[in-house]
């Protein structure tokens, strides 16, 4: 897209978004630096899911979202398909489908109408498929998968878009602890290697304090802090936001959020 490498990936001023007449996010500004990674974070019900929605525009929303420059609505659907690859916290599963099918459906937009896909396609799918561990799993059916396996296959599909932006809803959900912790580590690579912009709602604030360059706080549809994570994640606004007695632990530059009983 022209301009990629000088414009921000997405710029959001004044963004309220919500469904039908119940509006549920407020206001929302803030700006994703073109190789960044912003994570989401905030309590339940907070709106991440509906921002990330609006960043892919799959949701109505008011002011203003720019992709890489370019207003997100002038966009033709099959450019903004090439560019944004979204991984939806519950996505619709086509139980038929084997997994190395379903991830090829992640090329569907480099096709043409009448194209078939080809060598390279069948070649991003297996590179995708070897980078979420699901090269055993390729002939299985998707419905005779674990739920963590699905996610799984889900985030291949998103990878063999091959888009320059990812927009990832609880990328990690299902997943255990080793997965959870080399789907991070996987993303953050392409981010490296490709200069790929993530954007990700995340639940565990130590994951994305470890992995995002910056964080946005959502709370009640609005943002209440948006900056490094360092800056985000202080004791009293975890505290007042989660309404949970936390801990907020500084090692090796790194940032620990660890929940503390309250015992009275």
Known sequence: MTGE????????SEVSAGYGDAPVLHGITVTVRAGGWLAVVGPNGAGKSTLLKSMAGL???????LLFGQTLGSLPRKRLARTIGYAPQQPAIPEGLTVTDYVLLGRTPHLGPLARDGSTD?????DALTRMDLTAFAARRLHTLSGGERQRAVLARVLAQRASVLLLDEPTTGLD???AQALL?????LRATHGLTVVSTVHDLTSAAQYAEDLLLLSGGEAVANGRPAEVLTTR?????????????????GIVVAPRRDRG
């Open 5 to 12: 490498s000088r414009s921000p990936a997405l710029t959001l």
């Open 59 to 65: 949701a109505h929303a008011t002011g203003e979202i």
């Open 122 to 126: 069948h070649a991003v799918v297996a």
């Open 177 to 179: 602890l080793g997965h």
């Open 185 to 189: 580590e996987q993303v953050d690579q």
């Open 237 to 253: 606004r975890i505290e007042h936001h989660y309404a949970a007695t936390v801990d907020v632990l500084h090692r090796d530059g």
